[in-house]
């Protein structure tokens, strides 16, 4: 087994081998600037245009004119889901002034979506961020055309606070709006520079998790979660 996988390697080694220069010619000549957006404008605001393709996902945005109604609507999501522990970025990463404040008074218990240590050890962890029915986490991007969420995980920005809890909400804020998948590449590159292209997790979420079985019944909610909410802010 051992010497026929060692044959096929050596075999892809040597195809690689010999393709490599027409391939990285070809990479040359193909442009490397990604396209602003992909679909037709149909808003001037991009935050409608968000809006409008999240509704169609059977997602919900909620405008907030500033970060006091933005706690709000917050506040009334977790009232409604009965929430009381809810999984969060670091709270200075998420942006909204108040929210410590906000789940501090409401008796909700925070936690931080950071599972590490050994299998066992991770294993201890997990079952208590299983019962959170909800997870907050801002966004480093907002894809108007698509409703999508470009997040980009790291230190107090644990990719299990925007995955994990059947329901998610995502804080937004005016400035993170971009018009396609292009700019929101450009802006994470330029935040991040070459850390961004070591990095696994570049998370993309539009709308609630989706999966189908074989005879094509949709379930919701598999693999993420079963609602997104968007709060956006501005």
């Known amino acids: 087994m051992t010497n026929s996988r060692e044959r096929m390697i050596d075999r892809i080694r040597a195809g690689l081998r010999a393709t490599r220069p027409f391939l990285e010619t070809e990479s040359a000549r193909a442009s490397h600037t990604p396209p602003p957006f992909v679909h037709p404008i149909t808003h001037d605001d991009l935050a409608q245009q968000f809006a409008a393709e999240l509704t169609k996902l059977q997602a919900y945005p909620h405008f907030c004119a500033d970060d006091e109604a933005a706690l709000e609507v917050i506040a009334g999501l977790i009232e409604q889901y009965q929430a009381q522990e809810v999984i969060t970025w670091d709270f200075e990463r998420i942006n909204l002034p108040g929210l410590a404040e906000l789940l501090r008074q409401r008796g909700v218990t ?44 790291g230190a107090g920005r644990p990719r299990m606070a925007s995955l994990l809890a059947p329901v998610f909400i995502a804080v937004i804020h005016r400035e993170q709006f971009v018009r396609g998948l292009g700019e929101a590449i450009e802006r994470i590159k330029q935040t991040y520079g070459s850390v961004f292209a070591d990095a696994s997790a570049l998370t993309l979420i539009t709308g609630p998790s989706r999966t189908a079985d074989i005879e094509l019944t949709l379930t919701l909610g598999v693999h993420g979660p079963r609602e997104v909410h968007a709060v956006i802010i501005g």
């Open 110 to 153: 925070r936690l931080d979506g950071r599972i590490a240590g050994t299998p066992e050890q991770r294993a201890a962890l997990l079952p208590a961020h299983e019962r959170a029915p909800v997870c907050i986490a801002g966004v480093d991007a907002a894809i108007a055309e698509s409703a999508t969420l470009v997040i980009h995980s």
